[in-house]
């Protein structure tokens, strides 16, 4: 089946197709590097991770260019750097460092490449420079400001009408806009803030023009994929498409957006307990904090639970049912790990789902439909059919970044070779206390397990067992 993918601005699925088979490019906006994440922004390097890996195997490792970006210069930082009375530098280095550590948790590749936006300033000032050469963009009071009006298709990726945007809004507008839809390119540093010199006087970029520069400079235009979350459709994905393509003299034209992106992809929202996440509600769950204590993989197989447009709401019972999921594919491993697996391709199943837009939840079931057919294989003592099914759920599980440990691993964590063989040798009078049914002494060793912190799961091949965490 040929990569379908849904293309934000043609509101479709559209079957993907590269500029250059050998050289594919894709674009996904980064962390600004100035707290730890919380669960929502790790929708999306999980989400265009699966994509990646998908890439990769379509077209060559060697083929795909992922670029990530790295925020750290922005209002945050400087007031989270101010509030420590810490360099900014300092923070955000540590910032992202933590950000690394928690994507490696969640078996999130390395992008290929992750441009910074202090290293990209000549490139920024450059792309300003010739917005403004191309007449689209203005100077005023130590700003530069992009004039919207002159770009005739703003507001077709988002939806969105001008004249209605302009009628319906109530946020005080700057006197030195034209418009009051204009947005920064350039502004003025305040005192203490980073500075670098412009021909419009020392300042800092606004928050836009960064990924347009950085793109063009690391990609080059135009890029087959670009990527995020769905609440930076407008305006910041809306002002990336006007920026980049009047740069080169683009404003006009029904396809004049297809010299920047040829296909954008964007995941859906993310509540916790069906409420939006916020500092005063008092829900903003840091990856961090969950890394600590749930496996990484559990959190990433409960991110791609929903498909990556719809929204996904953050639960205890989500993660209670992630780590089940994940449960039952590794006891299959489990048992049968003394068969290699003899395939190395994916089930037609799951490729069928996973090339038809990220169908996560249909390449899960996939993966489900493979674990069962191992246990059926493992009770008929089909070691053919074992390794066949084996080879093909851990491909699967590859594709999705999920069955990456050893299985024995998963179930029993931490535990010390004493905690082993005492929870075997309490399974083993459990079974023979059941088959006599001596219920006080059954009980009496689910008490004793209970205390060990032993969660045990009974299978059609008898009972395997797990640490809590």
Not at 75 to 94: F, L, Q, S
Not at 233 to 247: K, L, R, S
Request: with cysteine.
């Amino acid at each position: 089946m040929t990569l379908h993918l849904h293309d934000t601005l043609a509101r479709k699925k559209r079957p993907f197709e590269p500029r250059d088979p050998n050289r594919v490019t894709l674009y996904v906006c980064g962390p600004t590097v100035y707290d730890f994440a919380h669960i929502g922004n790790a929708r999306p390097p999980v989400v265009f991770d699966v994509l990646f890996r998908l890439l990769r195997r379509q077209y060559g490792e060697g083929a795909v260019i992922y670029a990530r970006n790295v925020t750290d210069v922005d209002d945050k930082i400087n007031a989270k750097a101010t509030k420590e009375g810490t360099p900014i530098g300092e923070v955000t280095a540590r910032y992202e460092a933590a950000y690394l550590e928690d994507m490696a948790a969640l078996n999130v590749l390395a992008p290929t490449m992750a441009p910074h936006v202090t290293a990209h300033m000549d490139a920024i000032i450059g792309q300003i420079g010739a917005i403004v050469d191309k007449g689209c963009a203005y100077a005023a009071e130590g700003h530069v400001l992009f004039d919207v009006s002159a770009y005739e298709n703003y507001g077709r990726l988002s939806g969105r009408d001008l004249d209605e945007m302009v009628a319906g809004a109530r946020v005080e507008v700057a006197p030195y806009k034209r418009n009051p839809h204009d947005f920064v390119l350039w502004k003025p540093s305040k005192e203490g803030e980073p500075s670098w010199d412009s021909p419009w006087g020392a300042g800092r970029p606004g928050w836009h023009i960064e990924c347009s520069a950085m793109i063009e400079a690391n990609l080059g235009l135009p890029i087959d994929i670009h990527g995020g979350g769905i609440d930076l459709v407008f305006p910041h994905h809306e002002n990336e498409i006007a920026q980049g393509v009047c740069a080169h003299g683009h404003a006009h034209g029904p396809d004049a957006h297809e010299e920047y992106a040829r296909y954008w992809m964007h995941n859906g929202f993310l509540t916790v307990d069906a409420e939006k996440m916020s500092k005063s509600v008092g829900n903003v769950l840091l990856l961090h904090d969950l890394v600590q204590h749930v496996p990484g993989e559990v959190v990433r197989w409960a991110l791609l639970s929903a498909h990556y447009r719809q929204p996904l709401d953050w639960n205890q019972a989500l993660l209670d049912q992630s780590r089940k999921n994940l449960d039952r594919l590794y006891q299959a491993l489990r048992r049968a790990s003394a068969i290699p697996g003899a395939d190395d391709e994916p089930s037609e199943d799951f490729l069928t789902a996973i090339e038809d837009d990220l169908n996560t939840p249909g390449a899960a079931a996939a993966l489900f439909a493979l674990s069962s057919e191992i246990e059926r294989a493992m009770t008929a003592g089909d070691e053919g059919a074992v390794a066949a099914a084996k080879g093909r759920l851990l491909a699967g599980g590859a594709l999705l970044g999920v069955l990456q440990a050893d299985p024995d691993a998963w179930f029993e964590g931490g535990a010390d070779d004493a905690l082993k063989a005492e929870v075997e040798a309490l399974l083993e009078q459990r079974l023979q206390a059941r088959a006599e049914k001596n219920w006080p002494e059954a009980d009496r060793i689910r008490d004793r397990l209970t205390e060990l912190k032993v969660v045990v799961m009974d299978g059609p091949t008898g009972a395997t067992w797990r640490l809590k965490e």
